[in-house]
């Protein structure tokens, strides 16, 4: 049986040197980390106090406009007034103030008919939008997100949600369990659809997101700023990598070919 070599003193000195030496090295540079992650926590729970408080004061507001607009009979409108014009009020002709409101609801109705405006833009980009020049991602390429959720690919039928229906935060029509999610947002309403989706992929998001974060806890794929989403047929096949890249496997049409005795295999 070999035995060991007993290491000296002096060694035993030397390596004990150098492990403090290690030591203190990596403890100071843990300082600053440990500093900024100290930051990032207590600004954090200073957000979501802030959010807090913000929504309560919202709420109180709102309930204000809507007794203002039964008491004057603006028919809804209330909100399509300033602050300054509720006011006024008592002060100014109703019947200009309905004929102010009712053009800016027709005014957001062409907003809304409008194509939304990718998450991120570039100069050209801007340019064209000014101009009135859309850009439309060719189906099967270039629609990539950044993943932040999720542990694995995944695989699913496309449930595309128009921007207004994602923020109604209403039921998503057509729904199944498997079905991915695809929408400009995912509307927090839209919690009991994470034990049952296949996956999300939205325009709008990130890695501090409230949804992001509930996506996690549920280890269910999320995929945001993506672009290229109305290149995604409702009811295709897609496949969600891991990369954040969205694949269109098969279109819906192609899926309707395939006999049902296959399909189910």
Not at 192 to 206: E, I, N
Request: aromatic residues 4%.
């Amino acid at each position: 049986m070999r035995r060991r070599p007993i290491p000296s003193e002096a060694h035993k000195s030397e390596t004990t040197i150098d492990e403090i030496a290690e030591d203190a090295v990596l403890i100071q540079a843990g300082k600053p980390v440990t500093e900024a992650a100290r930051v990032a926590c207590r600004f954090e729970t200073l957000k979501e106090d802030a959010k807090h408080h913000s929504l309560r004061q919202l709420a109180v507001i709102r309930r204000a406009v809507l007794a203002l607009d039964r008491r004057f009979g603006l028919e809804n409108l209330a909100f399509y007034l300033t602050v300054e014009e509720l006011l006024a009020l008592q002060a100014r002709p109703v019947e200009a103030l309905r004929d102010l409101a009712t053009e800016r609801y027709h005014q957001s109705l062409q907003f809304a008919q409008a194509a939304p405006l990718p998450p991120t833009l570039t100069i050209r980009e801007l340019e064209k939008a000014s101009a009135g020049i859309e850009e439309h991602t060719e189906a099967g390429g270039g629609i990539r997100g950044t993943r932040v959720s999720g542990a694995g690919m995944v695989s699913g039928r496309a449930r595309v949600v128009s921007a207004a229906e994602a923020e109604s935060g209403g039921p998503i029509p057509g729904f199944a369990d498997g079905d991915v999610v695809v929408s400009s947002m995912v509307h927090p309403a839209w919690l009991p659809y994470f034990g049952r989706a296949g996956g999300f992929v939205c325009a709008v998001g990130g890695w501090l997101s409230h949804t992001a974060i509930l996506a996690r806890e549920h280890n269910l794929m999320m995929i945001v700023g993506a672009r290229g989403l109305d290149a995604i047929p409702d009811g295709s096949e897609l496949r969600l990598h891991l990369d954040g890249t969205v694949e269109i496997v098969r279109d819906a049409a192609e899926l309707e070919e395939i006999p049902q005795s296959l399909a189910a295999e």
